[in-house]
């Protein structure tokens, strides 16, 4: 009878919950499987991010091969200002209307919000677009994530000597051949389809320069999935694909920014080769 009561009593007085040793246990516990767990949910989002990326610059590279074949091959005059940004989308907050490249998917070209040119946002888009609103989407703010291949979708001219310092013969004279082949470009006449490179990620083309222009800051937010010097780009033939550009590099192994084939041994010389 008092052994009963005894053991009664004893388990009266014993504390119900987890004594402190134990929380911190589990604590200690929690946060290793944290620290296994984060970097894998991270890598997992960015291959998702990737994926939906490289599916919307497939649809617009298709988008392009459209309007090439609807225009005998020719790509648009170089009429306006900041035409690889302006293309298409929707106004974004700087207000450019006007996006002739809508139309090819049945889009308003001045569509007032983002929500119908979803196409156009890269979802790892987190800016990179140098300026006070760095941190900022470039999708926000200029209406699209992706910008054009400046040599095929661009400015009317382009002077090397911002890029080159101080300008060599082999410069001048690419600027020279580049220049002269500007004002009706048609895809018929034009290198490998499937070697270059037609629209990607807004920092690509920074990255791509021949004179670094950026800070790494500036650098590191337009860098979207993850990897340095590495963005999602759409090719002329329709693919897309995910790779490191090279700085100054006008033709590599993987990839070419020069549209003419025949410029390729001068812009080899440029490069260094």
Not at 54 to 67: E, I, K, T
Not at 91 to 107: A, D, H, K, P, S
Not at 116 to 136: I, M, N, S, T
């Amino acid at each position: 009878m008092n052994g009963r009561l005894s053991r009664e009593t004893n388990s009266a007085r014993r504390p119900i919950g987890f004594t402190l040793v134990e929380l911190l246990v589990v604590i200690a516990v929690i946060a290793m499987l944290m620290a296994i767990l984060l970097p894998a949910l991270r890598k997992a989002r960015q291959l998702a991010q990737r994926v939906r990326c490289g599916s919307n610059l497939r649809q617009l590279a298709m988008g392009w091969r459209l309007y090439l074949d609807d225009n005998d091959g020719y790509f648009p005059a170089r009429n306006r200002k900041n035409a690889h940004l302006y293309y298409g989308g929707w106004i974004g907050e700087q207000n450019e209307g006007n996006r002739y490249f809508n139309r090819v998917l049945r889009l308003d070209p001045n569509l007032p919000t983002p929500h119908q040119a979803e196409v156009f946002h890269c979802p790892g888009d987190h800016g990179g677009k140098p300026g006070a609103q760095l941190r900022q989407k470039v999708f926000l703010r200029i209406g699209t994530s992706y910008v054009t291949n400046l040599f095929l979708i661009g400015d009317k001219r382009f002077s090397f000597a911002g890029w080159y310092s101080p300008m060599t013969a082999d410069t001048t004279a690419l600027e020279g051949e580049v220049n002269d082949r500007l004002n009706s470009i048609n895809s018929h006449n034009l290198g490998n389809h499937s070697q270059l490179l037609l629209l990607g990620d807004y920092g690509w083309y920074n990255q791509w320069k021949p004179t670094d222009v950026l800070t790494d800051e500036e650098r590191q937010v337009a860098e979207w999935h993850g990897r340095p010097n590495y963005y999602y780009i759409a090719f002329l033939d329709g693919h897309a694909d995910y790779l490191e550009i090279i700085r100054g590099l006008w033709v590599a192994d993987q990839y070419a920014i020069l549209p003419w084939k025949e410029l390729y041994p001068l812009a080899r010389k440029v490069q260094g080769e």
